[in-house]
């Protein structure tokens, strides 16, 4: 019993002592602002992330690859009314978090960091 007990304190210390940029970065929140002429998803992240994105057709999607992410919530949440955006979903990608943003027609793409 005692192994055991410092086994788990051992794990538990070292798990503490990874740096920030070890550990899973974590989207806090989303929005997004829909005008007439353009629609921004803002992600609130913990940290920096790296991430790629890319679009594929029949259907329509706009995906977001999200390196050592974890979502901190449910995107499904997010009011798509009036947007281009018929359905978002996510999941695990790898050692990535998956976006997929299901377009109602084709859009055109622009990420900043």
């Not at 210390?13 to 629609?39: C, G, H, I, M, Y």
């Not at 359905?87 to 622009?110: C, E, F, K, N, Y």
């Amino acid at each position: 019993m005692r192994r055991r007990s410092l086994l788990s304190l051992f794990i538990s210390s070292f798990t503490f002592a990874l740096p920030l940029s070890a550990r899973a970065a974590q989207v806090q929140n989303a929005r997004l602002w829909n005008t007439d002429e353009k629609l921004r998803l803002v992600l609130d992240l913990s940290g920096p992330i790296q991430y790629k994105t890319f679009s594929l057709t029949a259907p329509d999607r706009l995906i977001l690859d999200l390196m050592g992410v974890n979502l901190g919530f449910d995107l499904g949440d997010l009011s798509l009314s009036n947007t281009p955006i018929r359905a978002i979903r996510s999941g695990p990608q790898g050692t990535a978090t998956r976006i997929v943003l299901d377009l109602t027609g084709p859009v055109l793409s622009a990420t900043s960091s």
